[in-house]
C-alpha cells in the first residue's frame, strides 16, 4: 500500500520560501505523476502542480512563477518550493498521487501539514 | 481553467435519508475516445485528507459503500448518498482531471438533521 508523508516547517516568514517533502513508501516513484495540492484554513482544494517520474512538471498558471516541484528517485521523494510567500499562502499542504496514468483521479494522499506564514 | 461549481453549499438530511450533491463543470469534461467523464468525487473529514470515493463519474473506488452512487453526463454531474450514515458528516468535493489545472468544485458540507 502506497503511503505519503509530508514534512516541513510549519511556520515561514513573509517573503521567504516555503519548502515541503514528501516521502513515498510502499512503492516506487517510477512510473506515476507526484502532485501538491493546498488547502487554506476553511477553505477548499487548490491544486499546486505535478511532477512526472521522468522530471517533467506542469504548475498551476496561478503560482507558476513561483513553484518549483523537484523529485529525489534515490530518496523516493519529492519536493515542493514556493517562493516569495505570503499570509496567502497559509495552508495544509497535501501530497498526492494519481491513481493511474497522468490523467486519473488522486487515490493516494498524505496526511496534509499545515504551513503558516506569519513574521 | 475548468471552473467547477456545486451546489448546495451545505445541507441536512435526516439519517437513513437520501443526500443529492450537485456538480456543474463549466466546460464538458468527456474525452469522445473513450467515452469517459474525468469526474472524481472525493470525501473530507475534519483533520484528515480527501478520500477518493467515485472516479469517472460513476464508478466507485474499492471499498466504498454501495450507498455511494455518482451519476450524470456532459457537465452536469451527481453524487447521491441513498441512505445517510452518521458516518457521512464530511465535506464533499467533485473534481475534474479532464485538463489541467485540475479544479475542485467549492465543496459541499453534509450534515445530520
Known amino acids: 500500500q502506497v503511503q505519503l508523508q509530508e514534512s516541513g516547517p510549519g511556520l515561514v516568514k513573509p517573503s521567504e520560501t516555503l519548502s515541503l517533502t514528501c516521502a513515498v513508501s510502499g512503492g516506487s516513484i517510477s512510473g506515476y505523476y507526484w502532485s501538491w495540492i493546498r488547502q487554506p484554513p476553511g477553505k477548499g482544494l487548490e491544486w499546486i502542480g505535478y511532477?512526472?517520474?521522468?522530471?517533467?512538471?506542469n504548475y498551476n498558471p496561478s503560482l507558476k512563477s513561483r513553484v518549483t516541484i523537484s523529485l529525489d528517485m534515490s530518496k523516493n521523494q519529492f519536493s515542493l518550493k514556493l517562493i516569495s510567500v505570503t499570509a496567502a499562502d497559509t495552508a495544509v499542504y497535501y501530497c498526492?498521487?494519481?491513481?493511474?496514468?497522468?490523467?486519473?483521479?488522486?487515490?493516494?494522499w498524505g496526511q496534509g501539514t499545515l504551513v503558516t506564514v506569519s513574521s | 481553467d475548468i471552473v467547477m461549481t456545486q451546489s448546495p453549499d451545505s445541507l441536512a438530511v435526516s439519517l437513513g435519508e437520501r443526500a443529492t450533491i450537485n456538480c456543474k463543470s463549466s466546460q464538458s469534461v468527456l474525452f469522445n475516445s473513450n467515452n469517459k467523464h474525468y469526474l472524481a468525487w472525493y470525501q473530507q473529514k475534519p483533520g484528515q485528507p480527501p478520500k477518493l470515493l467515485i472516479y469517472w463519474a460513476s464508478a466507485r473506488e474499492s471499498g466504498v459503500p454501495d450507498r455511494f452512487i455518482g451519476s450524470g453526463s456532459g457537465t452536469d454531474f451527481t453524487l447521491t448518498i441513498s441512505s445517510l450514515q452518521a458516518e457521512d458528516v464530511a465535506v464533499y468535493y467533485c473534481q475534474q482531471y479532464y485538463n489541467t489545472p485540475r479544479t475542485f468544485g467549492q465543496g459541499t458540507k453534509v450534515e445530520i438533521k
Open positions: 511532477i512526472y517520474y521522468s522530471g517533467s512538471t
Open positions: 498526492a498521487r494519481a491513481k493511474d496514468g497522468q490523467l486519473a483521479p488522486y487515490k493516494y
